[in-house]
């Protein structure tokens, strides 16, 4: 794995050695990136079930102004911190050792807000809907802010949960990539 472009374009990242972590294929980070736009300018991004940090960091080299990264297994956390360490992302970044669930309460509790989500979870935890209904409900997305959702292809998920609107979905082979938009109270009243 490796950071596409950006400030840290060419720099290898570390992997968790886990079966259970399974990294953005080059390819599909590629698109990801394509649809939300080269460069992450003053983004601030949630990268959750980060692993390896593959999408976060890639947000962060090119451009993005802060990433909170939330991995539930520590050993997963401690390749990640290295990899961020190692990028020189370390003044632009925060990890919380928790459960996506837990770390979005956590993140709305204090009143974070992202402008960028990105979530990979892994597929067999088919975490769709409950994800989406978490996200909407913690208030961590304020109006226009973007989702990245990557799931396996057979796990279909709504085309609007709450706030979060569907507005395109990619197919790489098994994956899927949803993207999402949260609406503003006013579009959500004309929709």
Do not use: C
């Amino acid at each position: 794995m490796r950071i596409i472009a950006g400030t840290a374009k060419g720099r290898t990242l570390k992997m968790p050695r886990k079966d259970s972590v399974r990294p953005t294929a080059d390819r599909v980070k590629e698109t990801i990136f394509n649809i939300l736009g080269q460069w992450m300018d003053g983004e601030r991004v949630l990268d959750l079930y980060a692993g390896g940090g593959g999408l976060g960091l890639e947000a962060l080299s090119r451009g993005a102004s802060h990433a909170t990264f939330v991995e539930r297994d520590p050993e997963v956390m401690e390749t990640l911190a290295e990899n961020i360490r190692t990028l020189g992302f370390a003044a632009a970044s925060t990890t919380l050792l928790k459960t996506a669930d837990r770390a979005l309460k956590t993140l709305g509790t204090r009143g974070d807000a992202f402008t960028l989500v990105l979530a990979d979870p892994p597929y067999a935890a088919v975490a769709g809907e409950s994800l989406l209904k978490d996200l909407d409900a913690s208030g961590v997305m304020r109006a226009g802010a973007r989702l990245v959702f990557e799931h396996d292809r057979r796990e279909v998920l709504p085309p609007r949960v709450g706030a979060l609107e569907r507005t395109d979905e990619r197919r790489f082979g098994d994956t899927l990539v949803s993207f999402y938009v949260a609406r503003s109270a006013s579009e959500e009243a004309t929709s």
